[in-house]
């Protein structure tokens, strides 16, 4: 098990801890990254009590500044907290009727999506979080908004990616009880797909057409009339549910 440290090398790479996962010096590691992400849950508790007392004070800019560290932390915790639950032991882990692990690791997300790409990306994002938690499709969506920012696509194309990842990851959260959901972002010369793959049991991740008065599974509506394409397709490992938006190269 190799665990990233809080510091880099002399020629600025990260630097890793290799440990066998039993030795004392895994459990030493495990003790002192408990107590780091319990000192963050508490952080995280006590800003967002600031934030709610501090009423129209929040609106400053000091305040959307704290607002969005406050986001940023809870997207941190969440992506560590899904890092635990992959890191978890066999016997803790669900595993799929033909003998499959439930949680899609994220290099077979990787697989998959290269597999798909009609000619090789000029990018690639992937972000797994937690299946049980439905602050996850928030976390998918400014995951998505930043790297479609840092890619330099159009404002209306990030807009566009962000609402159809937060429409993707709630109908995953919502329709599987998977213990995580993955999001990939891929773009080409002339096209971007974003992809939510879930653990794709106990219930369809894509519900059917919601009729003109039914109130749930219209967000694949919204899917629908932002994407160029979208669809969805079976993996080893569970079900993934994608949307391309056509871009100029």
């Known amino acids: 098990m190799n665990r990233l440290l809080p510091w880099t090398?002399?020629?600025?790479?990260?630097?890793?801890?290799?440990?066998?996962?039993?030795?004392?010096?895994?459990?030493?590691?495990d003790r002192i990254e408990f107590v780091q992400l319990s000192l963050a849950g508490r952080l995280l508790d006590h800003a967002r009590d600031v934030l709610t007392e501090a009423g129209p004070v929040a609106a400053s800019d000091l305040g959307v500044v704290v607002a969005q560290l406050t986001d940023a932390l809870r997207d941190a915790l969440l992506i560590a907290e899904s890092r635990g639950a992959r890191l978890a032991p066999a016997e803790n882990e669900r595993v799929l009727p033909n003998g499959v692990?439930?949680?899609?690791?994220?290099?077979?997300?990787?697989q998959d999506t290269l597999a798909h790409c009609p000619t090789?990306?000029?990018?690639?994002?992937?972000?797994?979080?937690?299946?049980?938690?439905?602050?996850?499709?928030?976390?998918?969506?400014?995951?998505?908004?930043?790297?479609?920012?840092?890619?330099?696509?159009?404002?209306?194309?990030?807009?566009?990616?962000?609402?159809?990842?937060?429409?993707?990851?709630?109908?995953?959260?919502?329709y599987s009880a998977s213990l995580s959901i993955t999001v990939a972002l891929s773009r080409t010369a002339s096209a971007v797909v974003v992809s939510v793959t879930d653990e794709g049991q106990e219930c369809l991740?894509?519900?059917?057409?919601?009729?003109?008065?039914?109130?749930?599974?219209?967000?694949?509506?919204?899917?629908?009339?932002?994407?160029?394409?979208?669809?969805?397709?079976?993996?080893?490992?569970?079900?993934?549910?994608?949307a391309e938006i056509t871009v100029e190269g």
Request: aromatic share 4%; with cysteine.
């Open 205 to 242: 991740s894509v519900p059917d057409t919601p009729g003109p008065e039914q109130e749930h599974g219209r967000g694949l509506l919204i899917v629908d009339a932002l994407a160029s394409h979208w669809g969805r397709r079976h993996t080893r490992t569970g079900l993934t549910v994608w």
């Open 120 to 174: 090789a990306p000029k990018a690639l994002g992937l972000l797994s979080l937690p299946g049980g938690d439905l602050a996850s499709a928030g976390a998918a969506r400014r995951y998505v908004r930043m790297a479609a920012t840092s890619w330099g696509l159009p404002p209306d194309t990030a807009d566009a990616l962000e609402t159809i990842t937060g429409e993707l990851a709630a109908n995953a959260l919502e």
């Open 9 to 29: 090398g002399e020629d600025g790479r990260s630097c890793y801890l290799s440990t066998d996962g039993d030795g004392p010096l895994s459990r030493l590691a």
């Open 101 to 110: 692990h439930a949680v899609p690791p994220l290099i077979e997300v990787a």
